[in-house]
């Protein structure tokens, strides 16, 4: 079983910058690919990025590309989602998850993994 812990949301201005964490528990990230996914209010939750655990292999939704960044500290079992230039429409709780089972294209997917946080919530005001 993996564990999952989602930290550093909050509320910000549109420009800003927040750095969210995804620390894992109970197992390592190796051989896993991490997702993050966001669900904004009254919406379906929606792909983010996700990264494999050695760090290559990311990908972003159209949405969040050059504005959003996630790397992984294997050391810490924690993964990181960098975002820069935040707008409103960014706002939503986000997600991460885990899957040791699923390959491309399904890490774009939620039914594609087995681990979730609960998510923190990202807010930013115009």
């Known amino acids: 079983q993996v564990q999952l812990v989602e930290s550093g949301g909050g509320l910000v201005q549109a420009g800003d910058s927040l750095r969210l964490s995804c620390a894992a528990s109970?197992?390592?990230?190796?051989?896993?690919?991490v997702g993050w996914f966001r669900r904004a209010p009254g919406k379906e939750r929606e792909f983010v990025a996700h990264?494999?655990?050695?760090?290559?292999?990311?990908y972003y939704s159209d949405s969040v590309k050059g504005r959003f960044t996630t790397s992984i500290d294997n050391a810490k079992n924690t993964v990181y989602l960098q975002m820069n230039s935040l707008k409103p429409e960014d706002t939503a709780v986000y997600y991460c998850?885990?899957?040791?089972?699923?390959?491309?294209?399904?890490?774009?997917?939620?039914?594609?993994?087995?681990?979730w946080g609960r998510g923190t919530q990202v807010t930013v005001s115009s």
């Open positions: 998850a885990a899957t040791f089972r699923s390959g491309w294209p399904n890490t774009i997917r939620d039914l594609g993994y087995e681990y």
């Open positions: 109970g197992r390592t990230f190796s051989s896993s690919t």
């Open positions: 990264i494999m655990w050695n760090g290559f292999n990311t």
